[in-house]
């Protein structure tokens, strides 16, 4: 790899992540094992219970296996959704404002 080279990967996840969109998702974070991870939900208008038990796992899965995983810029249907559904935005590798 270059000097330039990006030492991540970054997704922009789509506005809508209905339960037809999970199989696509999965298979794009599982190409991506191993590399640290960054997932841009600020496009996200809609989401739904699989598309986050994918993220959820992938979280996790990234933590074991000590590589980073991080959630940014959750637009505000992202978050109202994990509220709703009883997910914190820690759960999804989301960190902290301010």
């Not at 991540?8 to 991506?32: C, I, M, R």
């Not at 600020?42 to 994918?54: H, M, N, Y």
Request: overall charge negative; some cysteine.
């Amino acid at each position: 790899m270059s000097d330039g080279a990006k030492e991540y990967s970054e997704v922009t996840l789509d506005a809508k992540l209905a339960s037809t969109a999970a199989p696509g998702l999965f298979a794009q974070l599982k190409e991506l094992r191993q590399q640290t991870v960054v997932l841009n939900a600020s496009e996200v208008e809609q989401i739904g219970v699989l598309c986050i038990q994918i993220i959820m796992s992938a979280s996790k899965t990234w933590a074991d296996e000590g590589h980073s995983f991080e959630v940014i810029e959750p637009s505000e249907a992202f978050l109202s959704t994990l509220d709703v559904v009883g997910v914190t935005a820690q759960e999804l590798g989301i960190a902290k404002a301010g």
